[in-house]
């Protein structure tokens, strides 16, 4: 069985908790060491102080931006200098909107890879141009709701961005009904909660409980600082 590790630096999205950086939820994306490659997915705000305070070292070789949003995005600049430590190039998969964030200077670390070049991916519904991604064992479904354009492979892993409950309706964010629509079609044994708003915070003990009954299958709630070894 495939090893992987798993660390959560800020698992919070959405304005709200962008700005308040709630004391284990906040923003910053997390890291997936595959034992091959170490990659940093979607460093939101506080990435790099916050693998500081952790005292985690990381030899990142990918950093990978799903989409132009803050809250996925804002440490970007600071993880490409302490990635390549400016002195070596590292991988930045991405897309074009990002991409033409990043100023000339932080071009020189990087090799820009258009996520649209890869195989390992699919365009998200969120309004955006934006995807997510599988690699090795993961899912990472990154921001949006279920389509028909997922990528349909199943996978041991799935982190999910549940954002908002069955409550709300939204054409831009999944709700638990999309989720259920993914573990449907990629039946992973091992689902991570991720990416929450204020609304959903209060409601994830109850929602891990659901779907651990309805599908049989480890459900975690990801929080700031946790490592999962799977």
């Known amino acids: 069985m495939i090893i992987l590790e798993i660390g ?24 997936l060491d595959t034992g091959d490659r ?37 440490d970007v600049l600071s993880m490409i200098e302490y990635s390549s430590k400016l002195e070596k ?32 991916v699919f365009q998200i519904k969120h309004g955006i141009d934006g995807f997510g991604i599988r690699l090795d064992n993961l899912y990472y479904t990154s921001d949006g709701k279920y389509s028909d354009q997922i990528l349909k492979k199943t996978t041991n892993v799935m982190i999910a961005n549940i954002t908002i409950d069955d409550t709300m309706i ?4 999944m709700s638990l009904q999309d989720l259920y629509m993914f573990l449907n079609t ?3 044994s091992i689902l991570i909660l991720y990416h929450y708003s204020k609304y959903i915070l209060e409601k994830l ?9 309805k599908y049989k299958i480890d459900v975690y709630i990801a929080k700031e600082k946790d490592k ?3």
């Open 89 to 120: 190039k590292v991988d930045l998969i991405t897309t074009e909107d990002v991409w033409n964030h990043i100023d000339f200077y932080h071009r020189k670390f990087v090799n820009y890879i258009n996520y649209k070049s890869l195989n390992n």
């Open 38 to 74: 170490v990659y940093y997915i979607d460093p939101g705000p506080g990435a790099l102080y916050k693998i500081n305070r952790f005292n985690w070292k990381l030899n990142i070789d990918s950093i990978i931006v799903t989409h132009h949003h803050l809250d996925h995005y804002g």
């Open 8 to 31: 959560i630096v800020g698992p919070g999205g959405t304005r709200d908790l962008l700005i308040n950086q709630p004391e284990g939820y906040g923003t910053g994306g997390f890291y």
């Open 228 to 230: 999962y070894v799977l």
């Open 170 to 173: 939204s054409d831009k964010h």
């Open 205 to 213: 003990d109850t929602i891990k409980d659901v779907i651990q009954d």
């Open 186 to 188: 990629i039946k992973p």
